[in-house]
């Protein structure tokens, strides 16, 4: 989103190639993009126009500040209380983090199946259970909480007893 | 400037800079491509310009019109191309989201236009950023059979895919040098090893990406490229193994196709049910019906006559675009092949199937005349070495090797040999 653009080192030579070249590129892609977004809001334009903007709105100004907001909540607590940040001197923050994001990612991507959004068109087309789901993503997100603690509890234990470990 | 995110100091996150950027976006360049030419394909695969019929976007033009005639080997190819298509889309949606979050700063760039180029720059990003999410987010839900949107999903996953590459292609060409010097200012393998303790901003770059104020760092590059990492595994290993299907289907906790059946002839997936497609109990009665143009000889055929007829048997899987499959199976039927020389017709006949389904899509397809003279290429009247059952499309279904699940119609009622090059528009 920012300039200024790049441009081929075969062109790169004067000021008016540096500023029409990608001009010209943009303005090239457009006729493509204008060709298919024809075709593409022919069905129902303001549908997919909302489905298409609203697709990067909901992600930047609705999804983004939730994760951010969240994340620096965290982070702000722990900075002031620094007694709660560390096990034994180990921090465990992305401990929280990384299985939060990997399970909350699984919870988005699979959400139609987990919260059974779609369960009559599963069922009719699939003729299986739309049950599953919900206890699957539990015991996933179980599992995945427990990994990343047992690796904390491994860190915390080198920490704690340093002279095994360069024993062993 | 307005405060907040319009003011460079808002971003305080270290991490965040050109070499930490062009990792991701090194990752998305050929996984992106991949994308789009899978997509070309299993659009290609339903052979569109066959016949209208089988066209979902007929209004296409040049976005298609120009695509080859889908070929009937070898047998996996449907099965691996929609098996990437869909399992790689899920494994980039990690990586998306964190090349999105490496720039969201650049959104809130202000003034918001400094000059022409600047300003279409802008627009074509919009259509950068909204397609790839679009495209994403459609694709997703349609596997999950969540239809909450108010247009097709072909016509929207076709035609938005060409608008999100033609923002893509000029995106790469505009950006690659950048991305190219931004990998050389660091190297990936120290980058890998250096923990929390020793990490650091990257150098101030011209697009301001790196924060001017960074707050001290809460996470390694190495970690958070870990966490990203970590969150694309386990959307794989939670996923292909519906793809892969047979005993690795039960390590697909959360794709929709993961539930095992079982062990029996009939216990493997269906994309619609007997039930769904308005499917009644199927008795004796019914005739298959072998018509084609005037000069071709036209019966009807019952299931006893049917199984009179050589047997030829196939092992296939049948994979639908949602990226799921049956995994292999054994196919006893009649060769379509035989079925065209039964009726007449000329070698070159193209092939329309017609299902006795009652509304939904897909209730009939046409083949090519090269699908249909394929060695394996099957009216199928049992499987497993049982007879089908109501939902594998009972009493006859097609399988064609290669071909999309849908194609492969069940419950025919009537085969049309039709002449060889399709009617003018």
């Known amino acids: 989103m920012g300039d200024p653009v790049d441009v081929p080192a075969s062109f790169a030579a004067t000021a008016v190639t540096r500023r029409w070249v990608p001009l010209l590129m943009l303005l090239a892609s457009f006729v493509v993009a204008g060709y298919a977004g024809f075709r593409l809001l022919s069905g129902n334009p303001v549908g997919v126009g909302a489905w298409f903007v609203g697709s990067a709105v909901v992600h930047d100004l609705v999804l983004f500040p939730l994760y951010a907001a969240a994340d620096a909540a965290l982070v702000t607590l722990l900075r002031r209380r620094p007694a709660l940040a560390t096990v034994a001197g180990v921090p465990w923050l992305n401990h929280l983090r990384v299985p939060a994001v990997v399970c909350g990612l699984l919870l988005v991507v699979w959400s139609p199946l987990i919260l059974r959004l779609s369960a009559p068109t599963y069922l009719d087309a699939s003729g299986l259970s739309p049950q599953p789901f919900l206890a699957r993503w539990l015991a996933v997100t179980a599992v995945v909480f427990a990994m990343s603690a047992v690796v904390l509890a491994v860190r915390v234990a080198k920490a704690r007893y340093p002279m095994q470990r360069s024993a062993s | ?425």
């Open chain 2, 1 to 425: 400037m307005p405060p907040g995110p319009f003011r460079a100091g808002f971003w305080r996150s270290p991490l965040r800079g050109p070499w930490f950027t062009a990792v991701l976006g090194a990752a998305l360049l050929p996984g992106i491509t991949l994308m789009f030419l899978t997509g070309l394909a299993s659009y290609a695969a339903y052979n569109p310009n066959l016949a209208p019929g089988n066209d979902t976007t007929p209004d296409k033009g040049l976005l298609g019109s120009w695509l080859p005639t889908w070929p009937a080997s070898p047998s996996w190819l449907y099965w691996v191309n929609q098996g990437v298509h869909v399992t790689l889309g899920l494994v980039l949606i990690p990586i998306v989201l964190a090349k999105l979050w490496s720039v969201l700063p650049k959104l809130f760039d202000w003034p918001p236009v400094r000059s022409v180029t600047h300003l279409v720059e802008r627009v074509s990003l919009l259509l950068l950023v909204g397609g790839a999410v679009f495209e994403l987010v459609t694709g997703v839900m349609n596997i999950q059979y969540f239809y909450a949107w108010p247009f097709s999903f072909y016509q929207a996953h076709y035609y938005g895919a060409w608008v999100f590459m033609s923002a893509f292609v000029v995106h790469v060409a505009l950006r690659m040098r950048r991305m190219g010097t931004a990998l050389r200012a660091r190297s990936l393998r120290t980058e890998l090893r250096t923990p929390l303790s020793a990490t650091t901003p990257e150098e101030p770059d011209p697009d301001q990406l790196v924060s001017p104020d960074p707050a001290p760092p809460t996470i390694s590059r190495r970690g958070a490229l870990g966490m990203v990492t970590a969150s694309s595994l386990a959307l794989f290993g939670l996923s292909v193994g519906q793809t892969i299907g047979g005993p690795a289907r039960s390590t697909a906790l959360l794709a929709p196709r993961g539930q095992d059946l079982g062990e029996g002839p009939a216990d493997f997936q269906v994309n619609k049910t007997a039930a769904a497609a308005g499917i009644g109990p199927v008795d004796d009665s019914w005739r298959l019906e072998l018509t084609g143009s005037a000069n071709l000889v036209a019966m009807s055929l019952s299931r006893a006559q049917l199984l009179a007829l050589p047997q030829h048997t196939a092992r296939l899987s049948i994979a639908c675009v949602e990226g799921w499959s049956t995994g292999l199976q054994t196919w006893i039927g009649v060769r379509l092949a035989d079925l065209a020389a039964l009726a007449g017709a000329p070698p070159d006949a193209r092939l329309f199937v017609e299902s006795l389904q009652r509304g939904g899509g897909f209730g009939s397809a046409t083949l090519s005349a090269r699908q249909v003279a394929a060695r394996d290429a099957l009216l199928a009247l049992r499987v497993n070495g049982a007879d089908l059952t109501a939902d594998h499309g009972f009493p006859a279904r097609v399988v064609v090797p290669a071909l999309p699940g849908v194609h492969n119609t069940k419950w025919v009622t009537r085969l049309t040999f039709l002449p060889a090059s399709p009617p003018p528009p």
